[in-house]
C-alpha cells in the first residue's frame, strides 16, 4: 500500500508570509498532483508535476518533485487571504500489468488559513 | 475544458430508503471513474474506481451492496447508496480522467445527510 505523508496539516499565518507545504513517500510515484479545495466544493487541480527534479511555477504557487518521485513541496511566496483552502497532494500509481489505471493515492492535506 | 458535474449537490433523506447520485463529464469521454467520500476537514477517501462496461472495483472495507456504482457510458456514472443510514451522511465526490491522463478532475461533490 502507497502512503503519502504530507506536513504541515493545519497553517494559520498572516498575509504576506511564505510557506512551504510537504509530501512524502517511500513509495515511487508516475505523477504527482496537487489540488486546492473549498468547503463545501470539489477540488480543483492545481498543477501535475511527472518528471524527477521538475519545477512549476504558477504565478505566487511553486511546485516541486523530487529528483526520486517520491516527494513533492508546494511553496507558496506572499500568501493571501484568497490562498485560504485545502490543499491535497496526490500521487498516481502504475496499475498491475504496466497499464496505468490513474488511481491516486492522497495526502492527509494541509488547511491553510491566511489572516488579512 | 475537463470538467465534471454532480447531481444533485444536496440530498436530504430518511434512514432506510435509496439514494442516487449521478456524475457526469460534460466534455470529454471518462475512461475511468472514481467515488471518493470525504469527512469534514479531512482528505478524501477513495470508495471504488469504475471503468465503463465493467464492474467497479471496491476499496477494502468499501460494502459493494451497500454502495452500488453503475458506468454505463463514457460520459456517466453512479453511485447508489442502497438502505441508507445516518453513519452514512457525508460529502461524497466523483473524478474523472481519460485516456493516458495522469488528472483526475473532480465533481462539485454531493453532500448526503440522512436523517
Known amino acids: 500500500t502507497q502512503l503519502l505523508e504530507q506536513s504541515p496539516q493545519f497553517l494559520s499565518i498572516q498575509e504576506g508570509e511564505n510557506l512551504t507545504v510537504y509530501c512524502n513517500s517511500s513509495?515511487?510515484?508516475?505523477?504527482l498532483q496537487w489540488y486546492r479545495q473549498e468547503p463545501g466544493e470539489g477540488p480543483v487541480l492545481l498543477v501535475t508535476v511527472v518528471t524527477g527534479g521538475e519545477v512549476k511555477k504558477l504565478k505566487r504557487l511553486t511546485f516541486q518533485f523530487g529528483d526520486a518521485r517520491k516527494d513533492s513541496s508546494l511553496h507558496i511566496t506572499a500568501a493571501q487571504p484568497g490562498d485560504t483552502g485545502l490543499y491535497l497532494c496526490?500521487?498516481?500509481?502504475?496499475?498491475?500489468?504496466?497499464?496505468?489505471?490513474?488511481?491516486?493515492?492522497f495526502g492527509q492535506g494541509t488547511i491553510l488559513t491566511v489572516h488579512p | 475544458g475537463a470538467v465534471v458535474s454532480q447531481h444533485p449537490s444536496r440530498v436530504i433523506c430518511k434512514s432506510g430508503t435509496s439514494v442516487k447520485i449521478e456524475c457526469r463529464s460534460l466534455?470529454?469521454?471518462?475512461?475511468?471513474m472514481f467515488w471518493y467520500r470525504q469527512f469534514p476537514k479531512q482528505s478524501l477517501m477513495l470508495m471504488a474506481t469504475?471503468?465503463?462496461?465493467?464492474?467497479?472495483?471496491?476499496e477494502q472495507g468499501v460494502e459493494k451492496d451497500k454502495f452500488l456504482i453503475n458506468h454505463a457510458s463514457l460520459t456517466l456514472s453512479t453511485l447508489t447508496v442502497t438502505s441508507a443510514h445516518p453513519e452514512d451522511s457525508s460529502f461524497y465526490i466523483c473524478?474523472?480522467?481519460?485516456?493516458?491522463?495522469?488528472?483526475?478532475?473532480f465533481g462539485p461533490g454531493t453532500r448526503l445527510t440522512v436523517t
Open positions: 469504475s471503468n465503463e462496461g465493467s464492474k467497479a472495483t471496491y
Open positions: 496526490a500521487g498516481g500509481s502504475i496499475g498491475a500489468g504496466g497499464t496505468s489505471y490513474g488511481k491516486l493515492t
Open positions: 466534455d470529454f469521454q471518462a475512461t475511468t
Open positions: 513509495s515511487v510515484f508516475s505523477s
Open positions: 473524478s474523472a480522467r481519460y485516456g493516458g491522463h495522469y488528472e483526475q478532475y
